[in-house]
């Protein structure tokens, strides 16, 4: 898998579906920058909103946090025709209302860093879903709160979801950037790979802090937290040609849930680490937390 990715690289920044963002003119995106005291600089995000945002006060939204991968940004469903998607989805009454809040994580892999100076996890937790949850009309509480994300934002999500289960109901990562090296195959990898360098020890130390690579690893947590994530809606995916060998981890994440006793939901695809995979399957990853957040609305009736 490491092999593969060297190679990493921006992705999804071409519009593989020619959807132009407001084209349906329902919808609308609220940008911004949210001053952080944590991370000591503004961060900037998006929330789409749905149709009936502005014409219905009175309600409030369950909330979609929605992390990008490696090289984009918080604008990545408004660039790549993800929002005509979604748009097009709530047309056609395959999911319903809510929220979808996207932050800029850099390359963060929206963790704190291991040296302490980026507390990304911290900003997210603390600043951001307050934020969100503040100053737009939502429902704020676990069941009506779930996480997503591509690549490196998959790892994010299922990272966010599996270490604080509580704060989140549902979970679905695409193409998810799950590792299967051990922490020190990963040290051997980092002598031979600057731009490897430059990506991992920002965030994860060099050589690689192990204690802290293992509080934040998704296979850990997921064995850590079993007994707590039983509750959770779990869903995810990935390419079965995943040029960054994504696919290995995916295979093995859904080994050990099954094992453990875990449900969830996994898809092997055909298709590779690209915004034609990502797109091709963004709908059900919708549809995916749009019945979750109908099941919760139901019972809290």
């Keep these: 898998m490491f092999a593969h990715f060297r190679r990493i690289s921006l992705v999804l920044t071409t519009a593989v579906i020619a959807f132009s963002p407001l084209a349906f003119g329902q919808g609308r995106i609220d940008c911004g920058a949210l001053p952080s005291h944590i991370l000591g600089r503004p961060v900037r995000y998006c929330v789409l909103l749905p149709p009936s945002y502005e014409s219905d006060r009175d309600k409030k939204y369950p909330v979609l946090y929605f ?15 993800g929002w005509g998607l979604i748009e097009d989805l709530r047309q056609k009454h395959q999911i319903g209302e809510f929220l979808i809040a996207a932050p800029e994580g850099r390359g963060s892999f929206f963790i704190n860093s291991a040296d302490g100076r980026d507390r990304y996890s911290d900003f997210f937790l603390n600043e951001f879903i307050p934020y969100v949850e503040s100053h737009f009309r939502s429902l704020r509480d676990g069941k009506s709160r779930g996480v997503t994300g591509l690549s490196m934002g998959g790892y994010g999500a ?10 989140f109901r549902s979970v679905s990562a695409q193409s998810p950037a799950l590792i299967t090296e051990t922490p020190q195959e990963i040290d051997v990898a ?7 360098t430059d990506l991992f020890v920002p965030v994860f130390g060099n050589p690689i802090a192990v204690p802290h690579w293992r509080d934040n690893n998704p296979f850990d947590l997921a064995r850590k937290n079993r007994t707590q994530i039983q509750g959770q809606a779990i869903y995810f995916n990935c390419g079965q040609e995943d040029e960054y060998g994504f696919a290995e981890g995916a295979n093995k994440l859904d080994s050990q849930l099954t094992s453990e006793g875990i449900k969830h939901a996994f898809h092997s695809y055909p298709g590779g680490h690209d915004a034609e995979y990502f797109l091709s399957h963004l709908a059900e990853t919708m ?7 109908a099941g919760s609305e139901k019972r809290a009736r």
Aim: charged share 25%.
């Design 67 to 81: 992390l990008h991968g490696l090289g984009e940004n918080e604008q990545v469903l408004v660039r790549t025709g």
């Design 158 to 167: 299922l990272r966010f979801a599996f270490s604080r289960p509580e704060l």
């Design 190 to 196: 980092l002598k031979n790979a600057s731009r490897l």
């Design 287 to 293: 549809e995916f937390h749009s019945r979750i957040f």
